[in-house]
């Protein structure tokens, strides 16, 4: 316990190096793109084809420095990654190609899960829930919760796309083995549920499951990749117990 308290004060300790600057970058680059996001927003409505309407009048400024905000994450993910594995690499000694590998791998997974989302899944789950309007029902969508829909939807699919990696990394590092993340995966579906419900935008059950079924799939792949690259192995033939065994 005392070394887990150690390792996350190193982290912590770590991680402040990095924020100062994290935040100014962040805070410039919203400030840049908030002068180009009225294109960022009239391209979400074309690709997803809805009208907006705003009821109150501070609703389309907050709506753009929403989208502001949300498109200077997206776009600085690989120095927030970079920085947050330089941080959790400090304590568990993962430095070189073994850091960088982490950092591509996450942004890869980061950047596939939003294109999926914004692909497939978002206009389908948009779909799916404005096809319950009739004739007598029309849906009028409001700016600012299109875009925190939108902005928080691909964003969830983003980080939960990134569960393999970290699946792997608390395996290489001894926290976690393949075997206790296997005998577990019915307490994972608890996590999952209560995630989902958590990042989808609305507590309906269809956006929860068009998040939850893809999470459980990157669990199992995670417990794959464990498998597949041998990390137990390797661990075990380094570490004189395996309490998880």
Known sequence: MNAHLKSLAIFLLELRGFLKLLMLTIVGTTAALFFVSSQLLTGFQHHLGEKLYFFSVAAPFLAHVNLSFFGALYLLMPLCMFVLWKALGKPFGVTGKTLTWYVVATCVLFYTGTIFCALITL?????????????????????????????????????????????????????ITRKTYAKNRRYAVLVIAILAAVLTPTPDVFNMALMGVPLYLLYESGIFLIRYMKIDERKSRTAPVDVDA
């Open 123 to 175: 206009p389908f789950g948009i779909s799916f829930l404005l096809g319950f309007q009739t004739e007598a029902l029309k849906a009028v969508i409001s700016v600012d919760r299109f875009v925190t829909f939108v902005t928080l939807f691909l964003f969830g699919f983003g980080v939960i796309f990134e569960l393999p990696v970290f699946m792997v990394f608390t395996a290489q590092v001894g926290l």
